[in-house]
Structures are given as C-alpha cells and as structure tokens.
C-alpha cells in the first residue's frame, strides 16, 4: 500500500501561481501510476492531470488545465508535483492526488487505489 499526503494549497489572487506536492510513503513510489484530481462544492470529482509510472514519459491534462498546469514526479524523493500557472477562481477547489497499481490510469478515476486527505485551493478575483 501506499499513503498519500498533499500540501501546497492556500489562498492566490487570479493570474497568481502555486506549486502542489504529493508525498507518498510505503511501497515503492515509481511502480504507481499517478494523479491529480479536484472537487469543487456542489460538483463531481474530476482528474486535472495523470503521469504513468517509473519514468513518467506518459501524461494526460484536462482540456481546461491544458498549458497552465504541469505534473512531474520525482521518484527519488517520493514526491509529484502540481505546478499550476495562470491561475483562475474556477479552479478553487479541493485538490487530491492519487495512485493506481496499473502502468497507467489517465482520467479514469475508478482505477485510483489511494487517495490522499487533499488541499483546498483559493482563487480570488
């Protein structure tokens, strides 16, 4: 198993940045595909952006986060990163992130094992 622990998250005025960490500790940290999801009050829980295990040559970005968020993984320090640029009060939310036993998981939120306790994220305008 692995556990989750995300930080990084507090209050941004619009246009403003934020870097998101997920620290996992347990199993080993590069045989898991990974991702980063949010919630928004009142909405779905939907994934921003995905990288596949390892090497992380494989990623997936929501259309809506497309040129403004970047996930990386740094397997030696067991750590993902979220960096999220341009920042927009749609993107006030909860931010998670999660893992998956496959190579690969992408959007698909039903094969996301392990969740984390996530972090809330303010946009002002």
């Known amino acids: 198993q692995v556990q989750l622990v995300e930080s990084g998250g507090g209050l941004v005025q619009a246009g403003g940045s934020l870097r998101l960490s997920c620290a996992a500790s347990?199993?080993?940290?590069?045989?898991?595909?990974m991702g980063w999801f949010r919630q928004a009050p009142g909405k779905a829980r939907e994934c921003i952006a995905a990288?596949?295990?390892?090497?992380?040559?494989?990623?997936y970005y929501a259309d809506f986060v497309k040129g403004r968020f970047t996930i990386s993984r740094d397997n030696a320090k067991n750590t993902m990163y979220l960096q999220m640029n341009s920042l927009k009060p749609e993107d006030t939310a909860v931010y998670y992130c999660?893992?998956?036993?496959?190579?690969?998981?992408?959007?698909?939120?039903?094969?996301?094992?392990?969740w984390g306790q996530g972090t809330q994220v303010t946009v002002s305008s």
């Open positions: 999660a893992a998956s036993d496959q190579r690969y998981s992408g959007a698909n939120i039903g094969s996301y094992n392990y």
């Open positions: 347990g199993r080993t940290f590069s045989s898991y595909a």
């Open positions: 990288i596949s295990w390892w090497s992380g040559d494989i990623t």
